[in-house]
């Protein structure tokens, strides 16, 4: 698509709240919706990326509008089955899969994973089970329940920057890491890469695995910084 505006700009929606406008023409979502953000920042962050297109514009470059648009034409929706697909994670979260072998490995899993498994189960009540190998194991219901109900908590935009990152981690309490602050966008790729990274040091990276690394750390950096901006 070209560009097909001069300017991007925030103002005041008429209902309250924040738009985003194209030569003072409101923005929508890809479904036409209207896309009001409760956040002054985060408005004018989505306006940056705006502003920032070419003349060719690239919707891959403008994470922080991909995840607004999800909020309002997606999980608004299918909120239930989102939550769903969310908290599913919890059943086979990368962080409770442990490798056996080579010690370096193990240790480094252990030092790096089980301060988030830890915390997790302080902030929600929420102990997982920890197991050795890749076969998967049932986790307790109880602490599946706790993982749910925090999921579902949270308003449609932060739920979708959540559902980014749980899927860019590979790990529902990773995700909840970043949301809630106990991480940071740096810290979150680096636990949810560990595996890749340990081996990526013992044999190096082919191009593929470089780029894939790459946009997953763009999006997870995404994720973080729009909850921080929604939150401002």
Not at 39 to 46: I, R, T
Not at 109 to 137: E, F
Not at 199 to 214: F, H, L, S
């Amino acid at each position: 698509m070209k560009r097909f505006y001069k300017t991007a700009s925030v103002d005041e929606a008429a209902g309250g709240g924040f738009e985003v406008r194209l030569d003072n023409r409101p923005i929508r979502s890809p479904a036409k919706a209207p896309l009001v953000f409760a956040s002054w920042p985060l408005a004018q962050a989505v306006a940056a990326e705006w502003d920032a297109q070419p003349e060719d514009i690239a919707p891959d470059s403008m994470p922080l509008m991909q995840l607004a648009s999800t909020a309002v034409d997606l999980i608004g929706k299918g909120r239930a089955a989102i939550v769903d697909g969310v908290a599913a994670y919890a059943e086979t979260d990368l962080l409770c899969y442990r490798a056996e072998h080579p010690k370096a490995l193990v240790e480094r899993q252990a030092q790096r994973w089980q301060p988030l498994l830890d915390w997790a189960t302080l902030r929600y009540d929420a102990p997982l089970h920890v197991n050795a190998g890749l076969m998967p194991k049932p986790q307790p219901p109880e602490a599946l329940r706790a993982l749910r109900n925090a999921v579902e908590a949270y308003d449609d935009w932060t739920l979708s920057a959540l559902q980014t990152a749980t899927g860019s981690c590979g790990s529902l309490i990773v995700a909840l890491a970043l949301v809630e602050g106990r991480i940071d966008a740096d810290e979150a790729f680096e636990v949810s890469q560990l595996d890749e990274t340990f081996q990526i040091e013992a044999w190096g990276e082919d191009p593929e695995a470089t780029k894939r690394r790459a946009a997953l750390r763009v999006d997870i950096a995404a994720c973080r910084r729009f909850v921080d901006l929604l939150r401002a």
